[in-house]
T-cell receptor, first 110, second 121 residues
Framework: AQSVSQHNHHVILSEAASLELGCNYS??????LFWYVQYPGQHLQLLLK??????LVKGIKGFEAEFIKSKFSFNLRKPSVQWSDTAEYFC????????FGTGTKLQVIP | GAVVSQHPSRVICKSGTSVKIECRSL??????MFWYRQFPKKSLMLMAT?????????EQGVEKDKFLINHASLTLSTLTVTSAHPEDSSFYIC?????????????????FGPGTRLTVL
């Protein structure tokens, strides 16, 4: 069965700190990988995605993620977070159906 | 970008009643829509895949007679929670795929609705 693990449930950072959120997946066959973000009071939005090609994917708002096939990982990074990045982040993996991780709540302190 | 709406955004009902939630793709046709349930502090749990013109595919453990799904058109899928009970209280979210592969999107990218908060008293 496919699964997605997010290691950090709640992360608190100061503005300008660097961010890395871990995501590991277990999936047989072709897999597409996603990071979604849910800002307070808003619905899920796609941050970035990986289907094939360059394993380093750049998304919106300065986020990037690296697909490491040997580690079954797709970690999300941002070199310098802002207060407006406060949100919940979901990693997802799948092909026809997508499985979501449990989410990581990021709190950025001004 | 592709927009998905849900109606209502919030509903409170008495135990034993049925509640219908609508999911609409506003600017694209969606042959496939998905229904998720999100528990507090937990992930989105896929309930079922809704296919236009055919029966929905339910995930293991989801009662299809309890959660009726109808995908009668390319822009509308409905989830009806029948004989709702307090344990059905949750946040229900739908998503849709845009098979037309509009610019920047791809077949497996899902666009999410804003969700519906169901409270059963």
């Amino acid at each position: 069965a496919q699964s997605v693990s997010q290691h950090n449930h709640h992360v608190i950072l100061s503005e300008a700190a660097s961010l890395e959120l871990g995501c590991n997946y277990s999936y047989g066959g072709t897999v597409n990988l996603f990071w979604y973000v849910q800002y307070p009071g808003q619905h899920l939005q796609l941050l970035l995605k990986y289907f094939s090609g360059d394993p380093l994917v750049k998304g919106i708002k300065g986020f990037e993620a690296e697909f490491i096939k040997s580690k079954f990982s797709f970690n999300l990074r941002k070199p310098s977070v802002q207060w407006s990045d406060t949100a919940e982040y979901f990693c997802a993996a799948g092909y026809q159906k997508v499985t979501f991780g449990t989410g990581t709540k990021l709190q950025v302190i001004p | 970008g592709a927009v998905v709406s849900q109606h209502p955004s919030r509903v409170i009902c008495k135990s034993g009643t049925s509640v219908k939630i609508e999911c609409r793709s506003l600017d694209f046709q969606a042959t496939t829509m998905f229904w998720y349930r999100q528990f507090p502090k937990k992930s989105l749990m896929l309930m079922a895949t809704s296919n236009e013109g055919s029966k929905a595919t339910y995930e293991q453990g989801v009662e299809k007679d309890k959660f009726l799904i109808n995908h009668a058109s390319l822009t509308l899928s409905t989830l009806t929670v029948t004989s709702a009970h307090p344990e059905d209280s949750s946040f229900y979210i739908c998503s849709a795929r845009d098979p037309a592969n509009r610019a920047g999107a791809s077949y497996n990218e899902q666009f999410f609705g804003p969700g519906t908060r169901l409270t059963v008293l």
